[in-house]
């Protein structure tokens, strides 16, 4: 016997399936998709098994694997295909892709020292003739149970148990033990709306692959999501739900737990590698139904999947940006869809990304909507407090109307979620007075100071300017660096509202282990008047007793170097104005910005996702942004700076030899340009059909994967880059 075998190497010029033989003793366990120990030079390597064969024409001696490392197997024929796909659309190393799907407990090198946890259960085997009072008793506890776990034996009697094991009555069996357990809770089950019930209805009838659900905030989404499910379950399917981040997961948890108790198993990042591990192993075994996670829960081994959701589908957490490979889940979402026979993807959101509303638009998604929320409860009003106006008589970061709507809403006994959007953190430099931003002037993007050669950049095309000190809009001397944090917030907030119960949510409170959890918990029992938080307080979560959100400053993140900082803002202030007046109290939500004209605040305001869209996409078109035109980014990265540049030059020749559709911008500095002593440099393609792509960019890294010196990436489709 012959095996293919992918080795846990990710040096790309080794990413090939390597032959070995098997020897005898093993080849009864042998299987497609487990693991196995090889001899690789001089070094012993874990690989994966791709290919079983009987015999191979190789002109020279193969080598003998040395062990099997798996009884089950790891990577089953789905995920195998799909690694495959994964590979040819991000180019990246077959292992890598492999890898990124398995939990980090089933990564090659720690994969063995994993211990399971046991558990001991009884079975009965046999009932005797004449029973004492407490071995009546412990029999009576099999009437309606197949096995019964010692400790409820125990509980009984420990003498009867020992004698009815010895004389084998009873036989002892040990069951996995899982390190997580969830609990079914009867909760009420709201009838579904008539909106919602048409939403149902649609979906079900349809044969169509992917669907986009469109409904604003606290339209009843999730509800929805809940009803598909409970259809595909009793299908005979399962089912996976998509959550952008941790900050979703345990209210999401909670409401799915309460309705299909353990048949679930959920992924989010404040599980263990144990745990998660454990979770994977309950799905292999079959024991759920349903999964939910962030991004990589996608790749979990449930057959028979029914049902795909891609919950706030226009978040950036869904496309891996930062390590190869760099895929889009949406996009895997679609394939995955299509391995399995009847099984559809369901995309929701409130503020659609442009490239899905636009796929749902041309009609390559099926449209679904939800244009109001639950029983017509009115969206929250919102304010927009203009800070040029302002500005002399703030105190600190709030205006006067700001305070004295929270002061008012927590002696109403409500609660607040104020929001400090602080994506583009002193990167971007502004007029302090007039809220003058620089821009470059061929890219309409902001450009980004760069406090060792005192100049601005544009990180697309590489213009340059120097830095100056007077605003060219107010002639005041009142050019700053932008930026504030949480914590000065929360002070400024202690001493204009003393009497204020403060909880902060940011990256500093919230990263150990289930802090999150609890502050979520808190602030719904009313621990807390305020909740004050970077845009992690912004998304998804369901507090009804929250009248008012405050932004304190809505603007920071139009000033992000980025063709999306209008969407990313439209769509980050819509969804934290959708956390106010969820219930049966109407809302209301205060923006202070610089930018009041601004189409992504005017639109907020008037909660017209539609108006939005069409403003946008003129503006894409006219730029060449997608969703007109797709764009790849290359980084070129090398610890020598001057080569990386001559390199990233020449890459640029000859792409546009080769490229002739496609528009080539660069190289220039990317906005990470030096990191731990690497240099990075950028090119960015934009088109709209080039035939040839994927080829030439295929060729392009294999002339680079055995280059010591120079590393070339890819990232089809970036959202940052
Ligand atoms: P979305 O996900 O669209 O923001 P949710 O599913 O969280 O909306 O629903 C918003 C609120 O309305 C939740 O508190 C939810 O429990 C409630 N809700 C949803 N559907 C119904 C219904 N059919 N009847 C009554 N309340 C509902
Ligand atoms: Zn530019």
Redesign the pocket.
């Known amino acids: 016997m012959v095996v293919g075998v992918l080795v846990e190497l990710s040096n790309k010029s080794i990413d090939k399936v390597f032959y070995y033989l098997v020897p005898d003793k093993l080849d009864l366990k042998m299987k497609k998709g487990i693991r196995v120990l090889v001899p690789f030079g001089h070094q012993q390597l874990e690989g994966f098994v791709l290919e079983i064969k009987n015999t191979i024409e190789l002109d020279f001696d193969l080598k003998y694997i040395i062990d099997v490392l798996d009884d089950d197997v790891i990577i089953n024929n789905e995920m195998f295909n799909l690694g495959k796909v994964m590979q040819a659309k991000t180019l990246s190393t077959l292992i890598s892709c492999y890898q990124v799907m398995l939990p980090k407990a089933l990564k090659a090198k720690n994969g063995i020292s994993i211990n399971k946890k046991y558990d001991i259960y009884y079975r009965l085997v046999n009932v005797p003739e004449h029973l004492t009072k407490s071995q009546e008793k412990i029999i009576k506890l099999f009437e309606n149970k197949s096995v019964v776990s010692k400790k409820e034996i125990l509980n009984i009697s420990s003498s009867s148990l020992k004698t009815l094991e010895s004389k084998n009555f009873l036989i002892r069996v040990e069951k996995e033990h899982y390190r997580l357990e969830y609990d079914k809770v009867a909760v009420k089950k709201?009838?579904?709306?008539d909106d919602?019930m048409a939403v149902v209805e649609e979906f079900n009838k349809s044969k169509d692959l992917v669907y986009l659900l469109h409904?604003?905030?606290?339209?009843?989404?999730?509800?929805v999501y809940m009803e598909l499910i409970v259809n595909v379950i009793n299908n005979g399917q399962t089912a996976i739900i998509l959550v952008p981040e941790i900050s979703l997961t345990p209210q999401m948890i909670k409401r799915f737990t309460e309705r299909f108790g353990n048949r679930i198993a959920a992924f989010h990042s404040a599980l263990s590698e144990g745990e998660k591990y454990d979770e994977w192993r309950r799905i292999v075994r079959g024991e759920v139904d349903i999964v939910i996670g962030a991004r990589s829960a996608l790749f979990a081994p449930i057959s028979n999947l029914g049902l795909i959701v891609i919950d706030e589908e226009h978040s950036d957490t869904y496309k891996q940006d930062d390590s190869n490979p760099r895929y889009n889940a949406i996009e895997m979402a679609i394939e995955r869809a299509k391995l399995n026979k009847d099984c559809k993807l369901l995309l929701g959101s409130?503020t659609p990304s442009l490239e899905s509303y636009a796929r749902a638009r041309r009609g390559v998604y099926h449209l679904l909507n939800?244009p109001n929320r639950?029983?017509k409860r009115p969206l929250p009003k919102i304010d927009i407090v203009d800070m040029n106006k302002n500005i002399k008589n703030m105190k600190g970061h709030f205006s006067n109307i700001l305070i004295e709507k929270i002061k008012n809403k927590i002696s109403l006994g409500e609660q607040v979620i104020l929001l400090l959007n602080r994506r583009g953190y002193s990167s971007f430099v502004s007029c302090k007075d007039c809220g003058y931003v620089f821009k470059c002037p061929n890219c309409d993007i902001t450009l980004t100071y760069h406090k060792s050669t005192n100049n601005l950049r544009c990180h697309y095309c590489g213009y340059a300017e120097s830095m100056i000190y007077t605003c060219p809009s107010c002639n005041n001397n009142s050019i700053d660096s932008i930026g504030v944090g949480t914590e000065r917030i929360e002070e400024e907030l202690n001493s204009l509202i003393p009497n204020a119960k403060i909880v902060r949510m940011d990256f500093d409170t919230t990263s150990k282990k289930g802090s999150h959890k609890k502050i979520v918990k808190d602030f719904s029992e009313h621990k807390y008047d305020i909740l004050l938080g970077t845009q992690i307080v912004a998304k998804g979560l369901?507090f009804?007793n929250v009248t008012l959100v405050g932004v304190i400053n809505a603007d920071t993140s139009l000033n992000i170097p980025d063709f999306r900082s209008s969407e990313t803002t439209f769509s980050l202030l819509s969804q934290v104005a959708?956390r106010s007046g969820?219930?049966d109290k109407e809302g209301e939500v205060i923006l202070q910005t610089f930018n009041k004209e601004h189409y992504a605040i005017r639109y907020v305001k008037y909660h017209d996702y539609l108006g939005f869209y069409d403003m946008e996409m003129h503006i894409r078109r006219e730029l060449k942004y997608p969703p007109f035109y797709f764009i790849t980014y290359i980084r070129i990265s090398s610890k020598d700076n001057n080569l990386c540049y001559k390199e990233s030059l020449k890459i640029k020749k000859s792409l546009e030899k080769y490229l002739d559709k496609t528009i080539i911008l660069g190289p220039s500095v990317s906005s990470l340009f030096k990191v731990n002593n690497v240099y990075r440099y950028g090119i960015i393609l934009k088109y709209k059909k080039q035939d040839n792509l994927m080829e030439v960019l295929e060729k392009m890294i294999d002339v680079y994967k055995s280059n010591r010196k120079v590393a070339v990436d890819l990232n089809f489709n970036p959202k940052h880059f």
Request: a neutral charge; zero cysteines.
């Open positions: 709201y009838n579904l709306t919602q409904g604003v905030t606290g339209s009843g989404k999730t509800e409130a939800l639950v029983n369901d009804e959708g969820r219930k």
